[in-house]
């Protein structure tokens, strides 16, 4: 190559090259803003808002991690809770069920399910308990569990005869039964304390009962994205670290995304332009000056 000719070439890249750079340098970068005026929430720490039927409360938000979270309180949620029992029918120790404490330090109870009544002949469907026994815990030393199909019994020292009776005839020993509809307070960690539940279910291995609770639902909230609420779409931004704005013109806040993820793209692509005509800079200074033969 001619050592005039590839100056020529050098000269012309390099201002393809100052060019890209320029434009970087002084293209203002288009941001994801939602002024007050746009805004349909401002919310803080402590506040509560509705969407919907629902009603939230903001219980984290630091504006300068962008991030925030709603939590929504119900306080008539129904919930289920299914204890697996010992079966009288299977011969099963009468501690072989779960345990239930009624109150939050309170003795456990065993659940045992009576032997389900015997079937008639017409009856297409498996019988099922009737009855659940709910038994303290107790020494098996001092009292000699036997267990039948009709319940617990226990051995006791009737005046210096060993006697045979139903653990519901023991004053030390505390036991209760309960049938389909009947209700029972019991301790109920996940709600951190006492519930009224009501036996909904009672089938040959276990015993259902349903309870009304709390239930707390929460929404994270993060800066610049969209999120979900209540089945409605908010745009979240973060002006201030004590406060957050929420539009719900989606359309708006999803096109100054595609404004900023063009500008990337434009900026990607001269750093490109910048990055060829650098190696083609070198290339050329090369061949320019490189000793022609004869």
Known sequence: MQLRAGIVYIVLFLVITAGAYAVIATAEAPEVVIDEADADYQIEQGDDFTVGDLTYNVSELDGNAGTATLEHVNTEAVFDVTWAGASAADGDSWDAGDSVQLEEEGVEYYVYLYAPPEADEDEEDEPVPETVLFVEDFDEDEFTPIEREDGVY??????????????????????????????????????????????????????????????????????????????????????????????????????????????????????????LSIVTVILLTGLAFMPVRG
């Open 154 to 275: 226990v051995t006791v020292d009737d005046d210096g005869d060993e006697r045979v009776v139903h653990v519901s005839e023991v004053e030390e020993i505390d036991s209760f039964e309960l049938e389909l509809g009947d209700e029972l307070r019991f301790f109920e960690a996940e709600q951190e304390g006492q519930v009224d539940g009501e036996i909904v279910e009672i089938d040959a291995e276990s015993v259902t009962l349903e309870y009304v609770g709390e239930e707390v639902s929460t929404v994270s909230l993060e800066h610049n994205e969209v999120v979900l609420i209540n089945g409605e779409e908010f745009g979240v931004h973060f002006p201030h670290p004590s406060y957050a704005y929420l539009t719900e013109d989606i359309e708006s806040f999803e096109a100054q995304h595609a404004a900023v993820e063009e500008h990337h793209d434009r900026v990607h692509g001269l750093w490109w332009v910048i990055g």
